[in-house]
């Protein structure tokens, strides 16, 4: 959690309790509020930690990169949950998301797009690895970031000599209700 609020803040210190550093560092809390599902505008996502929605637990993510680029990645949410950080202002609420990421495909992302009856392009499909990246200060991230949700399904893909088992990534519309 200090190394996710050091890359977050970057005008202020902080430290978890009893450990050394600046006499004025904000300490961290030890206490989280965890949630197996959080619900943003009209849509539930879900996590691992709640079987009820793992389906909905698959998500994608919008990143900004340190080039000023704006980067896409899947990943599945182990659980929600809500983080206070005492400033001098007050106390801060955080909704964060804690995420296992999936690995890219070697080739970049692999991008399909698929049609009914020959018409136009009627969805995409990239091909991500069937594995995880390591657990990091990159596994939270504010709730805000999520940019939808995405179907996974296994698949293979032969070259005659081996097969690759990919998992491909179908995108699934945000759902909006305005009033």
């Known amino acids: 959690m200090v190394d996710y609020y050091f890359a977050s803040y970057e005008k202020f210190d902080f430290k978890a309790p009893f450990d050394d550093g600046p006499e004025d560092s904000i300490i961290i809390r030890v206490t989280i509020n965890k ?46 949950f809500k983080h206070i950080v005492d400033f001098e202002g007050g106390p801060v609420e955080h909704n964060l998301a804690y995420v296992r990421w999936y690995k890219p495909a070697e080739t970049s992302k692999v991008r399909y797009y698929f049609s009914i009856d ?27 970031n ?16 081996n097969a690759i088992e990919y998992l491909a990534v179908n995108p699934i519309n945000r759902k909006f209700h305005i009033r």
């Open 118 to 144: 020959d018409d136009e392009e009627t969805c995409n499909v990239e091909l991500w690895k069937n594995e995880f990246y390591s657990y990091g200060r990159d596994s939270i991230i504010p709730v805000q």
């Open 35 to 80: 949630f197996g599902r959080c619900r943003i505008g009209s849509e539930v996502f879900g996590s691992t930690m709640s079987p009820r929605h793992v389906k909905s637990s698959f998500i994608l993510v919008n990143f900004i990169t340190r080039d000023d680029k704006v980067d896409c990645y899947a990943g599945q949410v182990q659980y929600f």
């Open 146 to 161: 999520i940019l939808c949700r995405f179907v996974p399904v296994k698949c293979k893909i032969s070259n005659r000599q």
